[in-house]
């Protein structure tokens, strides 16, 4: 899963390439893994562009593909029932609605928009969570040097049934290496990824 951000949301993968079976990543993902796997994986490449109605060489859909009904149907109802609609909803329902300008510390609470209403939120304070990205960048170093080269994001794609170009995958490479040493270190993979996406964050006590 953590790949599949990666490549789509910091790399700028396409969600629409096709395999020589014209499969897309959606297609593999609606046929592979567990469910709730499968499940986050659809949500990150539909939030991205992915096409429900996409057919392979033998005129296929993501959703006739599923090998469970769970997912097939996940897909053709995606978003209703997703983890991105649950994840709005638990916004609107845990923010506190108030129809008048209260009298609060500005230090502690802030006033935002949820919807048409106006929500009383409490103010807390975040840090960048590296842990998980951390994880990937480690996951993706087959050679443990401490950096990701050509190979590495080959091999990456390779180990999730996409195909793409040589001149794609340097691509990739080159949008994160800026002093164009053909590798990618750590802290070039963090600029890179607060570029393109949103870093998780966690509450600092």
């Known amino acids: ?6 490549l789509v949301n910091v790399a700028g993968a396409n969600v629409m390439v096709k395999n020589l079976k014209g499969c897309t990543p959606l ?3 609606a046929e592979r893994g567990d469910r709730d796997n499968a499940k986050r994986v659809i949500d990150v490449l539909m939030l991205a ?8 060489l033998k005129k296929k859909t993501p959703p006739e593909k599923a090998k469970q009904k769970e997912i097939a149907d996940y897909i053709l109802d995606w978003p209703r029932g997703s983890a991105y ?3 709005h909803k638990k916004l609107l329902d845990e923010a506190e609605l108030v129809e008048e300008d209260p009298v609060i510390d500005d230090k ?3 006033k935002e928009s949820v919807g048409e209403s106006t ?4 103010v807390e304070k975040w840090e960048l969570d590296w842990s998980d990205m951390k994880t990937l960048f480690d996951k993706m170093d087959f050679d ?3 950096f990701l080269n050509f190979k590495d994001i080959r091999e990456t794609l390779a180990n999730m049934d996409l195909t793409f170009s040589n001149r794609d995958v340097d691509l990739m490479l080159k949008s994160g290496d800026p002093d164009g040493d053909g590798q990618m270190s750590w802290d070039e993979f963090k600029g890179l990824i607060r570029r ?3 870093v998780p964050k966690v509450r600092v006590q």
Request: charged share 40%.
């Open 119 to 122: 929500a009383l939120v409490k």
């Open 108 to 110: 502690k609470y802030k």
């Open 1 to 6: 899963l953590d790949c599949v951000k990666a």
């Open 49 to 56: 562009g992915a096409s429900k109605k996409a057919k392979t």
């Open 144 to 146: 443990k040097n401490g």
């Open 196 to 198: 393109y996406t949103e």
């Open 27 to 29: 297609h593999l993902a």
């Open 85 to 87: 609609e649950k994840e």
